[in-house]
């Protein structure tokens, strides 16, 4: 049995004017420690379908399931998102940041300000903690985001495009950084990205999605080779651009 | 040139423009008094209408000797503060309530539409009637006056709150007090703060006219006494003193904005 499941997935958007199919038949399934991405063009629901998972809202039908728990409306399962940008609120400083979470979750008013030095640490960045958000550069907001997301201990990781907003070399170094601490802490993770290459450098396996109504086109197995490396590693492997330029006549094909 | 004395100098145009400044706004307020005093001395303008600064002083002196002006003012500033506050927080409360329950937010719509462009002093008769012609219904028209102009800021700065903030919050599970409390109301503070500063002037207006109405104290019954009896060294003693005390609780409302808002 698979780790996340996702069953006969369809969801429609309603207003005024129309109903919209935003995703349709939906079937797909996630293994434990797996990294995955969703890519294709725009318009075709995989942001939608990565909300669904959080269980942020119920699909008009089918099933989200994480360890054969239904996702939405389940108070016990802890899940990390990462947006596009860090959304850090501005008026906390960024201890109170990254323990927003925890402080949430388990609903108690304990310090957990040990806890915050440790995770900056392992986000690679200096003790910051007591400064606010406005005072660090994007790079860092993003690397602070990922220690919020780490602090709870989520089950799995959903990224919605967490590095698009940020300068080419912080994206690059990031992107090596929660490689590196997924694979350290054994999560799950799921990334929806614009981005081919990225999805190429970071993931295991890469969902490739139709638009209008939102599809599952094909599903690319990321070869083994580059599964090992970092992501800015495996950009420079030869079997990277193989894969890439594969992926790419299915995307122009779809368009 | 080093850069130490390039920025003394810069620091220095700084001071100079600053000083510039301050004199032309002491020259204003001087050249504003100045005239008023001779147009009335040589009677340009009717003495017995204007006053002039020297006869408005005098009475000023004589009536803090006596005490009875710092009654008087006591008594306003009471009102207008305490109305003031009460404006305020009944008008967050409300937005509160409306953000809670979106659909009963579309209920009131057309309400508080209604409620927002009706004159708000032309209930102060209705309050006098129902409430008693005392201290608590000129309070009362003091906050009514503010309440749902700042329901109406407030509640769109608390919809206006960038929604992945609260996609943040909901991934952690939170609840929706929790969600008000840490993302809601924190970033809608400097809305609030700058309807703090608008309900300044408009709690002054509620209760200068309820004192109008009904009361036997206060500087609104100073200047409509001073009305009626032909008083306008009063009258325009009492404006002044309004003036200095609604700068006042303007300044102390920024001092306020400065501690309260640091980061957003």
């Known amino acids: 049995m698979s780790f996340l499941n996702v069953s006969n997935v369809h969801h429609t958007y309603f207003s005024t004017e129309a109903a919209t199919v935003a995703l349709k038949d939906i079937n797909l399934a996630i293994n434990k420690g797996e990294f995955v991405s969703f890519i294709g063009p725009s318009g075709c629901g995989k942001t939608t379908l990565l909300s669904i998972i959080a269980g942020l809202f119920k699909p008009t039908s089918g099933s989200v399931q994480i360890e054969n728990q239904d996702v939405h409306g389940n108070i016990d399962l802890s899940i990390g998102y990462m947006l596009q940008q860090d959304y850090l609120f501005p008026w906390k400083t960024i201890e109170e940041n990254i323990t927003i979470g925890l402080k949430l979750l388990k609903d108690d008013k304990k310090n957990y300000g040990n806890v915050a030095s440790a995770l900056l640490s392992d986000v690679g960045l200096p003790p910051v903690e007591k400064k606010y958000p406005m005072e660090l550069s994007g790079g860092m907001r993003q690397r602070v985001a990922l220690a919020r997301t780490l602090a709870v201990d989520p089950k799995i990781l959903l990224l919605d495009e967490p590095f698009s907003a940020l300068d080419y070399q912080s994206k690059l170094k990031l992107e090596d950084l929660v490689s590196h601490k997924l694979k350290e802490y054994g999560k799950t993770a799921v990334l929806v990205t614009h981005d081919l290459g990225e999805a190429i450098a970071m993931s295991d396996r890469i969902f490739l999605f139709s638009a209008r109504p939102g599809r599952l086109h094909q599903t690319f197995e990321v070869p083994n080779e580059l599964r090992v490396l970092t992501p800015f590693e495996a950009r420079a492997h030869s079997s990277y651009s193989t894969l890439f330029q594969k992926i790419w006549k299915e995307l122009e094909s779809l368009e | ?264």
């Open chain 2, 1 to 264: 040139m080093n850069n130490q004395k390039l920025h003394e100098q810069f620091l220095q145009s700084l001071r100079k423009e600053k000083r510039w400044v301050r004199f032309y706004q002491l020259l204003i307020l001087i050249a504003f008094f100045g005239l008023w005093e001779m147009a009335s001395r040589f009677s340009w303008i009717d003495p017995l209408i204007f006053s002039s600064p020297s006869k408005v002083t005098s009475l000023l002196i004589d009536n803090i000797a006596d005490g009875s002006i710092l009654v008087h003012i006591s008594y306003t500033l009471f009102e207008t503060v305490l109305g003031f506050i009460i404006g305020t927080l009944l008008g967050t409360i409300l937005a509160a309530i409306l953000w809670w329950s979106p659909f009963l937010s579309k209920v009131l719509d057309p309400y508080l539409v209604i409620l927002n462009s009706m004159p708000k002093v032309a209930l102060g008769p209705i309050l006098i009637v129902a409430m008693g012609p005392g201290m608590g219904s000129i309070i009362t028209m003091g906050a009514i006056i503010s309440v749902i102009i700042s329901t109406i800021v407030i509640y769109t700065s608390f919809r206006n709150v960038d929604a992945n903030y609260l996609k943040v919050l909901q991934t952690f599970n939170a609840t929706r007090s929790q969600m008000f409390k840490e993302a809601i109301l924190p970033s809608s503070f400097p809305t609030i703060i700058s309807t703090l500063k608008v309900n300044v002037g408009l709690s002054w207006v509620g209760v200068i006219v309820g004192e109008f109405l009904v009361s036997s104290k206060g500087l609104g019954y100073l200047i409509i006494y001073g009305f009626q009896v032909f008083n306008f060294n009063l009258v325009l003693m009492s404006l002044l003193i309004i003036a200095v005390f609604a700068t006042i609780m303007y300044q102390l409302v920024e001092l306020l904005e400065k501690r309260l808002i640091k980061n957003i």
